[in-house]
């Protein structure tokens, strides 16, 4: 079995200042928030300033602009908190977004539509083995199934996420 070297060690540190999280043991009392780039399809584990740790994401099928209204395709929009937790989810695990929010509400009203619900972060499929690389959720947030287990294991109800177009 070949030793490892002082070169092997060094690039293993660079390459882990160089991708924020990948070789640190996240923790809860890490996660101050979490922050969603729709156009960029990445969620941020951010904590004391800095991100933690990046995850590429899908989205709704129609993800472009806020969510509006039910059944219209959209990821949302907007500040809300993570609001449960499901280990029993047709998806791999999920975590509830407070959506819709009080301003979600009005809007949809101002358009006499009810705004919709049930918006959560999740991971593939139950059952389906690779991880689909196109937006085709009804409006939630996707990721890799060993993404949403991080996840899970680091972020309390309660976490503020923000979510940006």
Request: some cysteine; charged content about 25%.
């Amino acid at each position: 079995m070949p030793l490892i070297g002082r070169r092997d060690i060094l690039t293993g540190i660079v390459a882990s200042l160089a991708t924020p999280g990948l070789a640190m043991n996240l923790h809860v009392r890490d996660v101050s928030h979490i922050q969603v780039f729709k156009s960029a399809r990445k969620l941020d584990l951010v904590g004391t300033g800095r991100v933690l740790k990046r995850y590429d994401i899908r989205l709704g099928r129609s993800p472009f602009g806020p969510k509006r209204i039910e059944g219209d395709g959209k990821t949302p929009e907007g500040e809300y908190r993570i609001d449960r937790r499901n280990a029993m989810s047709r998806y791999h695990l999920s975590l509830g977004i407070s959506y819709p929010n009080p301003g979600d509400v009005i809007a949809a009203r101002a358009l006499q539509k009810s705004p919709g619900g049930a918006i959560v972060i999740h991971g593939q499929p139950n059952g389906l083995k690779r991880t689909l690389q196109h937006d085709w959720t009804l409006g939630c947030i996707a990721l890799a199934n060993r993404d949403i287990e991080e996840l899970w294991r680091t972020v309390e109800i309660g976490c503020p996420i923000v979510i940006l177009p």
